[in-house]
């Protein structure tokens, strides 16, 4: 016992007879102490688990009403004998869309074509960013009748940190709210997403009176989806937005959607679903998609997009039914119809607008 010998020797060290540690007829207390935390740790990684599936469980799970799905209803979307007159002149109202990049060309310019087969008097514009869009996609996306509208970008708080960088751009979409200052100013506008196209007549929702609509997402029970957006542009209230930008208390990860629900919490009108037919829905409640089908006003492709790569990539032009067909194989190919109805537009869209297109 070489290791003892020093603290044998230190003023009033006593050595301890050998021997068990403890009287084997006597509590183990460091039986018992290894008993309780083994217990405790049980119990901590049973709370963690539970916690963990209730957090990620809640992300994914849908309203009861969704659940349990029944067509109990056969009545319109819209009696149009009660939608309110606009106040607003046809030219003070716009549908708008973004083309941050090259890749997004050909579906602007789709989303156009339905557009104007709903024979809507609004204007349409296309915010876009001068520095990375090249002359050709803005030909070829403003071919259906987009006007193009420079932008500058709005940089995502905290700078980017937590976020997917797909989303990286998209806090400029609040720069709608700037419309009202253009020398033709916006007073009402409809804001879709590129990945979009118009099904239906979209303009009564210039008539809703307040500062934000939406529909509803489909992966949560109250937050909206800002793939479709009904506002009225005030550049008051874009100041506004901006400086609580940083402030706002939001999931990083959902960008520019979690920021809108987070300022407009208290009162954003919920938009019937089938303004924004995200196809994701097809996918977790197919019999609401097949309820919503036959009266739905926008179709929005974001689980699959037949128009653009798996690596966010440019398609060319001649190339984009080789990408719809297998956008149609993708997810077992429960998205197939609504592939080969996107294509059916674009073809329709390179036909009708052949000439301004040949000059792109």
């Not at 996107?342 to 792109?360: F, I």
Request: aromatic letters at 12%.
């Amino acid at each position: 016992m070489r290791f003892w010998a020093p603290f044998a020797r230190k003023p009033g060290y006593m050595r301890l007879p050998a021997g068990p540690l403890y009287d084997a007829g006597s509590p183990a207390p460091y039986k018992s102490l290894y008993k309780t935390a083994c217990v405790a740790l049980v119990v901590l990684v049973l709370s963690i688990a539970l916690n963990c599936y209730l957090l990620f469980s809640n992300h994914e799970r849908w309203p009861a009403a969704f659940e349990d799905f029944q067509q109990l209803k056969d009545y319109p979307l819209l009696n149009r004998s009660l939608v309110p007159t606009s106040i607003y002149h046809p030219n003070e109202t716009a549908f708008v869309t973004t083309l941050y990049s090259d890749s997004y060309a050909p579906a602007v310019a789709a989303l156009g074509h339905s557009l104007r087969k709903t024979n809507t008097p609004a204007r349409l514009l296309v915010l876009y960013f001068p520095d990375t869009v090249s002359q050709k996609a803005l030909c070829v996306a403003t071919a259906s009748g987009f006007v193009p509208q420079p932008v500058a970008r709005i940089a995502p708080p905290d700078d980017g940190r937590g976020m997917n960088p797909h989303f990286a751009d998209q806090y400029t979409k609040l720069a709608l709210w700037t419309l009202d200052a253009l020398p033709a100013p916006v007073r009402a506008a409809v804001y879709l997403d590129a990945d979009t196209l118009a099904l239906g007549a979209l303009d009564e929702l210039f008539a809703q009176p307040y500062a934000l609509a939406a529909a509803p997402d489909v992966y949560f029970s109250t937050d909206v989806n800002a793939g479709v957006l009904a506002l009225h542009p005030d550049t008051a209230l874009h100041a506004a937005m901006r400086g609580a930008l940083a402030l706002a208390r939001f999931p990083r990860e959902y960008a520019e959607q979690a920021f809108l629900n987070s300022f407009f919490a208290a009162d954003m009108l919920r938009l019937p679903l089938a303004y924004n037919g995200n196809i994701a829905l097809k996918k977790r409640a197919p019999r609401v998609w097949a309820a919503l089908r036959a009266q739905m006003r926008v179709i929005h492709y974001t689980d699959t997009k037949p128009f653009i790569s798996h690596s966010w990539k440019e398609v060319p032009l001649d190339r984009l039914h080789e990408r719809v067909r297998a956008a149609g194989r993708e997810n077992g190919g429960i998205f197939k119809e609504e592939m080969d109805y996107w294509e059916v537009v674009w073809r329709d869209t390179l036909a009708t607008y052949s000439d301004h297109l040949s000059q792109c």
